[in-house]
């Protein structure tokens, strides 16, 4: 699934061709994706003027001049494709401008487009009960200590978990955790307040060098100009179980299961 950098790669991609351009026509070529597109998508999108493109958590944001904002979910191998040559059968939505065609591509339908009025975004339900986001200024140690006060749950299951911070995935908590050094078998509520604080601008780090790598490029995302992201090169544990630690503490990468989900850490140097 494209994870936030992937999400924040898209939104920037297609910022440097949507915003402030006119959307003069729109196309939806099937009634759904994950559930069905708004009613009267094509008549409230059509004319619009793009006033700005934003994220929240995983989902992309394309806010016009008619105070309704786009929202879009990627799902699991959703992607934008800026002037595709032709029009592919998975490309579902297409919208077009004056010099330019946007055509939102899911072959898995596992993304979604919705319509919400921009002034009521924060009460969306989707958004409503989301924490911080992880760049902005309300991700702090202070924060974590208060959502990890007194929870026996390991830290990796909390930092994934949406109501304290917004858009953390699998990949990026793994890899901040093996950056600030705490294995993510401990209970969350245990962590010291100086640790957190460490951990913190880790996560931003890791993040923003994601971002400006164009995404990790997991299985078959892609960015809107079609080129792929290379973070991937970058891991220092995620998928790599058996290798030596990076930290060359004469630590071995190891996998566990957490919550259903793969863990990669090194036991050595992660306390």
Known sequence: MPELPEVETTVRGLAAFLDGERIERVAVNRPDMRRPFPEGLVQRLTGARVTGLGRRAKYGLVHTDRDTTLVFHLGMSGRWRIDPAEIEKHDHLVLETAGHRFALNDARRFGSVDLVDTAALDEWPAFAALGPEPLGPGLTGLHLQRAFAGRK??????????????????????????????????????????????????????????????????????????????????????????????????????????????TWFCPRCQR
């Open 153 to 262: 749950q390991a830290i990796k299951l909390l930092l994934l978990d949406q109501a304290i911070v917004a858009g953390l995935g699998n990949i990026y908590v793994c890899e901040a955790l093996w950056r600030a050094g705490i294995d993510p078998r401990k209970a969350a509520g245990k962590v010291t307040r100086g640790r957190l604080d460490r951990l913190v601008p880790e996560i931003v780090a890791v993040l923003e060098q994601s971002i400006g790598d164009g995404g990790s490029t997991l299985r078959d995302y892609a960015r809107p100009d079609g080129q792929l992201g290379y973070f991937a090169t970058r891991f220092a544990v995620y998928g790599r179980e058996g290798a030596a630690c990076l930290r060359e503490d004469g630590g071995t990468v190891r996998r566990i299961v957490q919550g259903g989900r793969s």
